[in-house]
């Protein structure tokens, strides 16, 4: 294909187009909490990735204004508990609930025997699979601040029916259709 051929009409670069696009690409949903001073914070997210097995490591996104965001980056540790399609509702419940309200939905434990880092961090009983994450670099751009995090423990199983998010709407992963 030569590179004057027509194609797809090009559309501007800005934020509505960006958003009308990245809505149709799904993410799994994962709950973080963290607790710093005397309170404890969570919000449900689905701008996570890896980053390295060496160290095991991953990066997540989160908006400057969320109201866990001073309080991730003033503790530098959180628990990322990667949600089931069967707590669809769970999930949902964190999400609309005013900040303060958050941990009356589910069952929280603290995390116990950790390295100090670590040690005492809120997490969902009803994840799939926890990490416990220890920030390692922040990057603030545009309206996010990329944390970086490596990972210091892990419980659960391997996801095999993650609850996705995509459109606007909380879905699942069908094995096997195509």
Known sequence: MSGDEAGPELRPGDAETFRQVWRGFGSTVAVIATEHGAARHAMLATAVSSVSMDPPSLLVCINRSASAHEALRGRGAFSLGLMAAPHR???????????????????????????????????????????????DASHDYGTHSVLIARIAGAIGEQGSDPLLYCDGSYGRFAAGEG
């Open 89 to 135: 509702d769970l999930a949902s419940a964190i999400a609309e609930a005013p900040s303060a309200t958050r941990f009356n939905h589910g069952t929280w434990r603290r995390l116990r025997d950790a390295e100090d880092a670590i040690v005492g961090l809120p997490w969902l009983a009803e994840a799939q699979a926890t990490l416990f994450c220890a920030i």
